[in-house]
């Protein structure tokens, strides 16, 4: 079965200092990969997706992950933080024939302090 | 381009009460998911309609059942609440239901709570 795990359920980081999330996946098969942003009190918002076309992935807001099979792992990168970026964040695979049945990790709540 | 609306937003319900939600996904969209957000169990899949059937259903009790109209428009219903069913139910939907290429955008949510 597929499964993916966030490391670290809190992250705290300075306005300007770099952002690392991290993600390791489990699958069996290759997996389509999903970091997804979630605001107080709103829906789930698209950052990036992998889906084997190219291992380092450009999202918005200036966010970046990188697949690496060797490592299994998809962690999502900023350069520098905003305020704006506090925010739960979320990784997902989609399940194998699983149409759109996103696997969700726990999720990390990013705070970003002055 | 409206995006996904989902109504009502909060709803009070009781223990044993039963409860309808309703999504309405992007124009032109057929796939609409359901999810459901605890703090314990955190984001679950609920079930996924393409062209008004059901192709996928995660683990849930047979008291969750849902449902899509012609219009691609789709309702929740849960029956008999526990306080365990207190949550947020998103709803997403995406063009051709196919996860890895579609995208999938998602509703704000209704919170339920039970009492």
């Known amino acids: 079965a597929q499964s993916v795990t966030q490391l670290g359920s809190h992250v705290s980081v300075s306005e300007g200092a770099l952002v690392l999330l991290r993600c390791n996946y489990s699958s069996s098969v290759p997996p389509y990969l999903f970091w997804y942003v979630q605001y107080p009190n709103q829906g789930l918002q698209l950052l990036l997706k992998y889906t084997s076309a190219a291992t380092l992935v450009k999202g918005i807001n200036g966010f970046e992950a990188e697949f690496k099979k060797s490592e299994t792992s998809f962690h999502l990168t900023k350069p520098s933080a905003h305020m704006s970026d506090a925010a739960e964040y979320f990784c997902?695979?989609?399940?194998?024939?699983?149409?759109?049945?996103?696997?969700f990790g726990a999720g990390t709540r990013l705070a970003v302090h002055p | 381009k409206a995006g996904v609306t989902q109504t009502p937003r909060y709803l009070i319900k009781t223990r044993g009460q039963q409860v309808t939600l309703s999504c309405s996904p992007i124009s032109g969209h057929r796939s609409v998911s359901w999810y459901q957000q605890t703090p314990g169990q955190g984001l679950q899949f609920l079930f996924e309609?393409?062209?008004?059937?059901?192709?996928n259903k995660g683990n849930f009790p047979g008291r969750f059942s849902g449902r899509q109209f012609s219009n691609s428009r789709s309702e929740m219903n849960v029956s008999t609440l526990e306080l365990g069913d207190s949550a947020l139910y998103l709803c997403?939907?995406?063009?051709?239901?196919?996860?890895?290429?579609?995208?999938?955008?998602f509703g704000p949510g209704t919170r339920l709570t039970v009492l």
């Open positions: 309609y393409f062209s008004e059937t059901q192709r």
């Open positions: 997403a939907s995406s063009f051709r239901g196919e996860g890895r290429t579609d995208t999938q955008y």
């Open positions: 997902a695979v989609i399940s194998p024939g699983g149409y759109n049945k996103l696997i």
